[in-house]
């Protein structure tokens, strides 16, 4: 085992502890079965990269803009790749997830602001996963929305029963409403028959992304509902649910599955945001409806621009399984982020409780407050809250891995380094600039 040196502490406790290499993976055979022993916790990252605050900006971009914000998907989806990347990096190559690696590198009075901050962050997210969840089932069932955000709160006993079976069945829910998902979308795409041809234009740069406003302003959102704080904390801890061992070689090849299962959810990921917009492009732009900003809205409009009634409900389906994956994994990171900024030692299925009523509450107090009305405010009001809180955890997970003192042999290349700090002084630049057009608004 290395001897890492750039540590002030021993690490402690493990990352989720409970579960913390419970997944064995393979040692031997073809290259594909390792592979298969580290498939999983991309697709829980994937998850924070379509969730309803990504839906709110999607709609409103293909409704308005038609295919053209495509390449700001494109765009931002490369950027997550790069940073999850070094979220597996961070964890394989130190034992540490970042919020423990944040609470050792700066110490406590440092640590407990970043904990409270990152917190704020995870209500933020769950926030809009709760809904989105909750809007979802009004639509389908007619739940008034209070009703709606109180089920949501269920989903943890959910989290404890499989996390009770073992984190393969976390990781198998996840995977299976993601099948859903894209299923749903899969059918309405085909019933929306987009022109291909503008589909593929849409992926191409255009100058006029940052020539005309309005079309800055939505690309901005798309950006700074995409890379979110939390799956940062997130992928830095649920990596290290598999057993891959302390040699350097054995953590190389673990480095090696986990950035491809992490890169190959994210595409996923791009081809549903993609969808989503293809999708408003396909109907509401071409039905000359360009103002779609609520999800209620465009749920509505589906059956008479696609003449089928099962169109609605399908969109309605999707929306369910988003806000489910999101709030399950929005709950796990609040475990890590509780657990490595303040090393609370609890039982887990009371950190669990606790993590979930730390965002549940707020969620549920707001969303009774706002009622039917100001869901669509409220989605982009916790964009922006997200986009002030990202930086304080993107920096440092870029200075961390380039830390050869903190990650031994497992050090960022310097070209990679180089990359990740040029995306993150972008994030930081667009989210100021986010910020600043929400106030003046």
Known sequence: MENLTGWRQPRGEASLSDVHG??????????????????????????????????????????????ALLTVALVSNIMAIVLQA?????????????????????????????????????????????????????????????????????????????????????????I??????????????????????GVIRGFAPTTEIVTNPEMLYLALGILGATVMPHNLYLHSG?????????????????????????????????????????????????AGQTDIVEIGQAHSLLAPLLGLAIAPTL????????????????????QIVMEGFLHIKLPPWLRRLITRAIAIIPAAGVTIWYGDSG??????????????????????????TANKAKMGALVAPRYLTAFAMLIAIVIALLNIKLLFDFVLA
């Open 238 to 286: 649920i990596v290290q649910t598999r057993a891959y061992g302390d040699t350097v070689p054995e953590k190389r090849q673990a480095l090696k599955y986990a950035t491809i299962d992490s890169t190959v959810a994210l595409m996923f990921a791009l081809l549903i945001n993609a969808a989503i917009l293809i999708l408003a492009a396909a109907t509401f732009n071409k």
């Open 86 to 174: 070094l979220c597996a990096r961070l964890a394989i190559g130190s034992g540490r997830d970042l919020a423990q690696a944040c609470r050792d590198a700066y110490g406590k009075p440092v640590a407990y602001v970043l904990w409270f901050m990152a917190e704020i962050a995870i209500v933020a997210t769950d926030i809009a996963e709760v809904i989105g969840t909750a809007i979802g089932l009004n639509l389908i069932f007619g739940i008034p929305l209070e009703i709606g955000v109180l089920i949501t709160a269920l989903d943890v006993f959910l989290i404890l029963y499989l996390q009770k079976l073992g984190f393969r069945w976390v990781e198998a829910l996840i």
């Open 315 to 334: 969109f309605g389906i999707a929306l369910i399984c988003c806000g489910i994956n999101s709030t399950v994994t929005a709950t796990l990171a609040g």
């Open 22 to 67: 419970s997944i064995a993976i393979r040692t031997s055979g073809p290259g594909w079965r390792r592979a298969i022993s580290f498939v999983g916790p991309g697709y829980l990252v994937a998850v924070g990269y379509m969730d309803p605050g990504n839906w709110a900006t999607s709609l409103a971009g293909g409704s308005k803009f038609g295919y």
């Open 375 to 400: 869901t669509a405010k409220l989605l982009i009001l916790t964009q922006v809250v997200l986009s002030l809180q990202l930086s304080f955890a993107v920096f440092p997970l870029v200075m961390f």
């Open 176 to 197: 299976t409403l993601l099948g859903v998902i894209a299923a749903c979308f899969a059918v309405q795409i085909a019933l929306a028959d987009p022109d291909w041809g």
